[in-house]
């Protein structure tokens, strides 16, 4: 399952589900939800979070929230295209592994850190 933030791209959340994978919107019945209860719902569901919120690198760093693999999208608009192919690549990589990880994914780069 992926959990995708509420300031998920519209865009990238359809080509996950048109794409076959079962995905619950923070934004579908969890709007506002802070950023810790977002990141106990993915641990909970065992779920990949995806999100463009860089407030989760520290949740995970910092306070050691490291119980979820975070897929953190860093792009501009006009790089959309390539950010959705990216992302399809990344969840189809790590979705069934069992590690945790944070993900840095931008237009030209994929950094993986295990967490």
Do not use: C, W
Not at 8 to 21: F, M, R
Not at 57 to 69: I, N
Not at 87 to 96: I, S
């Amino acid at each position: 399952m992926i959990i995708t933030d509420e300031n998920l791209h519209g865009a990238l959340v359809k080509a996950l589900i048109e794409s076959g994978y079962e995905v619950k919107p923070v934004a579908l019945g969890n709007y506002g939800a802070t950023d810790e209860v977002v990141i106990s719902m993915a641990y909970e569901e065992s779920a990949i979070l995806v999100t463009e919120d860089k407030d989760f690198g520290e949740l995970v760093f910092a306070h050691q929230m490291a119980k979820v693999t975070v897929v953190f999208l860093r792009y501009r608009q006009v790089e959309l295209p390539v950010i959705k192919q990216n992302l399809l690549r990344v969840v189809l990589d790590y979705a069934h592994l069992d590690g945790r990880f944070f993900i840095v994914v931008t237009s030209t780069k994929i950094r993986v850190r295990t967490i």
